[in-house]
């Protein structure tokens, strides 16, 4: 694929913070309608990839474009090509379910209409919709991160990069969650996501595997576990490479 | 207290207003046991667990834990137990060392305890070269790590430990696991949450909750043999994705869901079987899938439970 058909591209990455490297080269490409998913053990520096990716910080070397477009160059069009959520998320804690909502909504500049499908469909696969009035400081982990997931899905951004969403989050909506990205990707979405869930890395179209900075190995998972000795699953992959490696 | 019974509970329930989040909730727990405590979003499992440790009162039933009543007695009942809570609890501007040596102060551990016992938990959680970095630096997962080490820091009879592993890379959760078994095979109970299935695998038993109420109790063996009607079976081959609207509406078949790359389909034996999904596959122009027999897994425990309520 060349670069034209990105529409997210990070290019030979390097970051360090003062001792410690935490990108050593990183490369990669995702294409509209794609399902990426970034994995690696902690520390890898999956955090720092998705964050340069998303223009939080700047590489100390290479570059990241969103649609051809530096995500540091805070152009507006940039902005809302672009849908983010890191690691540690922190919602308003004393406001409510609903309030949330509404106030990303406005953030993103949703008409009502958009906002209230969005709203719906989004309350029903977290199902949190019994739980509008709640207040976020009063939600569970796990519908608490649910919450944070549902703020930064409300817009349709045509890149979305998640930091392991699906952290502490059930089995139950899990499954519903990853049908949901599907169905993103489906439409054309572009989508980056790092997950500590083997089953979930087996499950996107390409995955990465970082190891201290530097990718060990890209591919449709199934490929890459016929290449590497015919593992049975991701996780046997996983565990494998990373032990090779160290 | 019972034979050899650490935590016992009765009627135990917690209301927020008049929500109810814990809902009479009853069960004895051993010692040395590995306890696992399951249930979606918002079942009630943390509530409970703040309960156990003394760190919020029950509105109704009771509860004991190493002999000392959690109403009664909070203090006490933190003495004997280790605490890792679900949200960070660290120090984020502290290294990892003062972190551990602030809890272990707090528990009361002398200096030379101290310097003794936080290399042993750092060795124990893999993390001796990181004992100097600041852990607002750390990534997550390690951040994760080091608050189990803090944790265990007083070598407490009883462990609470609310999603332990949530976001941990794949190795660490292995060695994290096999620490737990050694733990509880010196006498050390256990009583753990997780969103990882194959984690619970490692319980001697779990109790999953529903809504507030604990709806099943028993070994991972038994809950499989009980709690997952029907049969399964893992269907491979490219293109699952496209098989799996084709198998779940199909009659007889109680549950289809994409699994790895794979599906796995459940379906009533006595309505359907594989040569009648394979022939709807084939109906449809999908062929090439490999249908095989496959055991229950506690993840299709949870999905049934939890679906049925
Ligand atoms: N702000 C920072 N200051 C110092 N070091 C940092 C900082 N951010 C990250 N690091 C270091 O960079 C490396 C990569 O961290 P990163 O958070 O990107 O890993 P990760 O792959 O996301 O891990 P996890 O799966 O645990 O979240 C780690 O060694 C980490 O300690
Ligand atoms: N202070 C509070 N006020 C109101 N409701 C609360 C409060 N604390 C907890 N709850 C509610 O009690 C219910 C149970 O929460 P709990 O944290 O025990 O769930 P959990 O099983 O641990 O879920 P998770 O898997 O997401 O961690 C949730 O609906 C939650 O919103
Ligand atoms: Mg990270
Ligand atoms: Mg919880």
Redesign the pocket.
Known sequence: MNDSARVLVAHQLHKR??A?E?LRGLSLGVAPGELYGLV?P????????LRIMAGVMGPDEGYARIAGKDPLSGDPAVRSMLGYMP?QYSLYGDLSVDENLAFFGKMFCLDKATFSAQRERLLHITRLGRFGDRRADALSGGMYKKLALACSLLPKPRVLLLD?PTNGVDPVSRRELWALLFELVEDGMAVVV?T?YMDEAERCHRVGL?HRGQLLMEGAPTRLMAEHGNAATFEDLFLAAVREAA | MKDGVVIEVEGLSRRFGHFLAVDKVSFDVKRGEIFGYLGANGAGKSTTIRMLCGLLKPSEGRAAVNGVDVAHDPEGVKRSIGYMSQKFSLYMDLTVTENLEFFGGAYGLSRRQLAVRTDEVLRAVDMIEQRD?RTG??????RQRVALASAMIHDPPILFLDEPTA?V?PEARRTFWQLIRTLAGQGTTIFVTTHYMDEAEYCHRIGLMVDGRLVALDAPEVLKRTHVPGRICRVEGSGASRALPVLGGLPGVLEAHPFGAGLHVRFDETRTGMAALQAALHDKGLDGFALTPIAPTLEDVFLAVVEAK
Request: net charge negative.
């Open positions: 913070f003062k410690q935490a690696g902690d520390g890898a520096g999956k955090t720092t990839a690691q392991e790092s500590a970082l | 970095t630096d750390l990534p997550g997962g390690m976001g890379d």
